[in-house]
């Protein structure tokens, strides 16, 4: 079993359109919870860190539920420029030094 | 940006050559974590050097092998080149070890033929 695992879509939504997309991590000793944001042929970009009580950054909301391993990322209100792979990372647990793990993405593209 | 760099920006090898990669951390970043990035596939790590030492390793073979400088830049090297070495290959500084943020160059995108 994949460390952390998303399904890798594609997903293609219309502008305006609310999407989420899913991610499930296996070290229930995971520490730190981000999504991260990679244009094609670019490197990723930190887009939110995830917390338990679920937070938000205008347009996106990211929740974890540590009970079921599972991370969340919402977009509403989709616009053309969120075309992307979102990243699902995790700090595991078990290591002091940060090594993230990274799902394998989810290609998302809005059209108009 | 980031202010993190890396050079070069692509590269072409052969099988069984060497290459040596480089990237430059942000101000104030003494840590540098590498990443190896296939196609269609999240970036895997490769290992972090904190203040000029390895600080771990993830499931890649001795041929991996890296530096870190005193002014906290650090290259990847990589011997014995093989086809699944080709891949866009990030680094990542991060003000400390640990779970700071960490902050990607534009990457080394790496091909073996």
């Known amino acids: 079993r994949k460390e952390v695992e998303q399904d890798p879509g594609p997903f293609n939504v219309p502008e305006g359109a609310t999407v989420a997309f899913n991610c499930t991590y296996s070290?229930?000793?995971?520490?730190?919870f981000f999504w991260y944001r990679q244009d094609c042929r670019k490197e990723p970009k930190l887009l939110m860190s995830v917390y338990s009580s679920g937070n938000e950054d205008g347009r996106f909301t990211a929740q974890l539920n540590r009970a079921s391993q599972y991370i969340s990322l919402l977009i509403r209100d989709s616009k053309l420029g969120d075309s992307a792979t979102y990243l699902c990372?995790?700090?595991?647990?078990?290591?002091?030094?940060?090594?993230?793990?990274f799902g394998q993405g989810t290609i998302l593209t809005v059209h108009p | 940006e980031t202010g993190v760099t890396q050079s070069p920006t692509h590269l072409i090898k052969t099988r069984g050559q060497q290459v040596t990669l480089r990237c430059s951390s942000q101000?104030?970043?003494?840590?540098v974590s590498w990443y190896q990035q296939a196609l269609g596939q999240g970036p895997q790590f490769i290992f972090q050097y904190y203040r000029e030492e390895e600080n771990g390793r993830g499931n890649f073979p001795p041929r991996f092998s890296g530096l870190q400088f005193p002014n906290y830049s650090s290259e990847l090297n990589v011997n014995a080149l093989e086809l699944d070495d080709s891949a866009l290959y990030l680094c990542a500084s991060s003000q400390r070890t640990g779970t700071d943020t960490q902050y990607f160059g534009p990457g080394t995108r790496l091909t073996v033929l």
């Open positions: 070290n229930s000793a995971s520490q730190s």
């Open positions: 990372v995790v700090i595991a647990g078990g290591t002091s030094y940060g090594k993230l793990t």
């Open positions: 101000s104030g970043h003494n840590t």
